[in-house]
């Protein structure tokens, strides 16, 4: 079993406990946050292998995330998967474009969830 660590960011509760609770059911350590300035609090201290964001939070949105990241020599290689609602291809392209790993738009299978982050832990 794996023990790959997993920030996970969402601001949908129902959505971030459901998606946490697989993830660790996969076995991975999933550290869940509601938005991501307390994902960024966390990062000062831990620091993951992997990064699933939503683009839409309350606060500092995805992308705002992702460039604090980058800012950072120790998270700058972190892989991060956005997960969202926005299914238009200037988002997708614009996700891509800065660095963004991999873009998942829901609703989306869970098994293509876990293939993407084994594709980035492996």
Known sequence: MSKNQIFFIEDEPQLLESIAQFLRDQGYQVDAFLNAELALKLLQTKIPD????????????????????????????????????????????????????DYLTKPFDLDDLISRIQKFLA
Do not use: H
């Open 50 to 101: 992997l990064v699933l964001a939503d683009i839409k939070l309350p606060g500092i949105d995805g992308f705002e995330f992702f460039q604090e990241m980058k800012k950072n020599p120790a998270w700058a290689n972190i892989p991060v998967i956005f997960i969202t609602a926005f299914n238009d291809m200037k988002a997708m392209r614009a996700a891509k474009s800065i660095g963004i790993a």
